[in-house]
């Protein structure tokens, strides 16, 4: 396929992840039965996601401009170790390697292989090239180079399995937010979209947020009272509880709607239902401060990613900053 055709057929997938047919439906109930985190909710939200900003033919043509397009003779089998904290979290980088010229070998994660795997199945249904082209793998073995997305623990069984190889390897990140007290109700309501989407398990949910001296919490707190909901999925309440316990036997201050619970720590990664803060005196200082620390994915905040866009990446916007594109295309390069 030359990326003409590429680019019409996954336009076509937008389509189907629009059109909303009963057999999407059924993979989506599948993919919720496989994980109950995986809720209809944001199951929707992030193949919705997708189809808007990761398939549509203006903006692809558009972000693939900047990218030569190699010759097939030089193409590479690419293995993919997929995520699986949120639904079709390693899309992009299926996507990118599609897109690329090479051949596609995924691992999917337990956690998020249904919805996945019946993408990339009508694709092949649309057009039966692509059986030799994308498939998938338990053992991720006799590939050309590895893109893996992990935590921290895995990414060291990643490096020492693929670090021969040319890869991405990704580790734990997450997202902050930054506040400065004068944040309009819809900003802060935007804000608790970024802190809550997926039960808050996305590298960019916001887990910490950094505000001003004498902040008022007040107003957030509402802004996350629409979420409460979240107390009726027996392991988000699970979570809640248990978090709410250790502050209380700890005597810890802490501050909640009943939901979410607030507790100052510096540590920029919190648990499920929880969200860490500190106060900051110098906004310069701490924004360069930040913008340094590679296990922040994202800033959200004025004059940084827009309250409430965190979880609607661009394809433009590559984890870990790492530009999984121009990787691909200079592999082309490697042995010839």
């Not at 490096?159 to 819809?186: D, H, M």
Request: aromatic content about 12%; hydrophobic content about 40%.
């Amino acid at each position: 396929m030359n990326i003409e055709q590429k680019i019409e057929i996954l336009v076509r997938l937008k389509n189907y992840i629009e059109n909303n047919s009963e057999e999407w439906q059924i993979a989506k109930q599948d993919a919720s039965r496989a994980n109950p985190w995986f809720n209809d909710v944001f199951i929707d939200l992030a193949s919705n996601n997708i189809a808007t900003h990761f398939l549509d033919e203006i903006k692809l043509k558009d972000w693939l401009k900047q990218y030569p397009i190699a010759a097939s003779s030089s193409n590479k089998i690419v293995g993919i170790v997929m995520a699986g904290n949120i639904p079709l979290v390693g899309f992009h980088d299926f996507l990118c390697v599609f897109l690329s010229g090479h051949n596609a070998l995924i691992k999917a994660s337990s956690k998020d292989e249904v919805l996945i795997k019946h993408l990339v199945m009508k694709l092949k249904e649309w057009n039966d090239s692509l059986e030799t082209v994308i498939n998938f793998a338990q053992n991720l073995k006799g590939c050309d180079a590895y893109i893996a997305t992990g935590s921290n623990n895995s990414s060291r069984y990643f490096e020492f399995y693929f670090g021969k190889y040319p890869n991405i390897i990704r580790r734990n990140r997450t997202s902050v937010a930054v506040l400065a007290g004068e944040e309009t109700v819809e900003e802060l309501e935007l804000l608790a979209r970024d802190i809550q989407l997926y039960f808050g398990q996305g590298c960019r949910n916001v887990t910490h947020l950094f505000v001003p001296k004498e902040y008022d919490f007040i107003p957030l707190l509402t802004a996350l009272k629409p979420y409460e909901y979240f107390l009726e999925f027996h392991k988000y309440k699970h979570n809640y509880d248990y978090q709410l316990a250790l502050l209380m036997m700890n005597s810890k201050f802490y501050m909640t709607d009943g939901s979410v619970i607030l507790a100052e720590n510096d540590s920029i990664f919190s648990a499920i239902s929880q969200v860490h803060y500190t106060y900051y005196t110098n906004a310069d200082k701490l924004k360069e401060k930040l913008e340094s620390n590679d296990d922040i994915q994202c800033i959200v905040g004025r004059g940084s990613t827009p309250f409430g866009k965190a979880q609607e990446p661009s394809l433009g916007d590559y984890a870990d900053g790492v530009d999984t594109m121009k990787f691909l295309y200079e592999l082309h390069h490697i042995g010839t």
